[in-house]
């Protein structure tokens, strides 16, 4: 059974998504650890719940340490397989990259590559950029994480048509849902 480490800043819907599909048996794995950048991250909260392992590693807790390094031991501590990153907002190290090449799992909410990808465009700020230029499709693309934004090998993408009714509220919402049926649709295709 492949274990699955997370990086998570915020909520975790991710990681929420993959934790229930290992537990219903649709993914042949489990979430062992999580860690967050973020003192007060539901991810932490919910992990807790859930009774996994769960880590703070920021500046602030470590200010003298490497960051990266500390990361990059935890999950080869819990002897991860892939390295899921629902929402972490960090920039991800060289040494972690470099010691999970290709395991490290990204969640991009638009379809890449494209001007929907790179620095800054996360989350909201790419459903904005989208409906504001009239865009007729978007979509969501799992990929692993190199060294640029949002420039690693695509594992899979899903894609979904824009109406003119569409708000920034609509698309964020449709993308949450495609993101869960991706993320679950990736991993069964890296775990095959």
């Known amino acids: 059974m492949k274990r699955i480490g997370i990086l998570a800043s915020y909520n975790g819907s991710g990681f929420q998504t993959i934790k229930k599909a290992c537990d219903e048996g649709i993914l042949d794995a489990q979430v062992i650890v999580l860690v967050s950048n973020n003192t007060n991250a539901m991810a932490l909260k919910i992990a807790e719940q859930m009774q996994i392992p769960n880590f703070i590693i920021n500046d602030k807790r470590y200010p003298n340490d490497n960051i990266d390094e500390k990361i990059t031991e935890l999950f080869k501590e819990f ?86 009714e569409d708000t920034v509220d609509s698309l964020e919402l449709k993308i949450k849902d495609l993101e869960s049926i991706a993320i ?3 991993f069964k295709k890296l775990l095959a």
């Open 79 to 164: 002897k991860c397989d892939y390295i899921f990153c629902s929402g972490y907002m960090k920039i991800i190290g060289s040494k972690l990259i470099s010691s999970f090449e290709e395991k490290i799992v990204n969640t991009h909410p638009a379809l890449l590559p494209s001007k929907y990808g790179g620095k800054g465009m996360y989350g909201r700020f790419v459903h904005e950029a989208i409906i504001k230029n009239n865009e007729k499709k978007s979509g969501v693309t799992i990929h692993f994480i190199n060294e640029k934004y949002d420039d690693g090998k695509i594992i899979l993408k899903k894609e979904l048509e824009l109406s003119d």
């Open 184 to 186: 679950i649709d990736a």
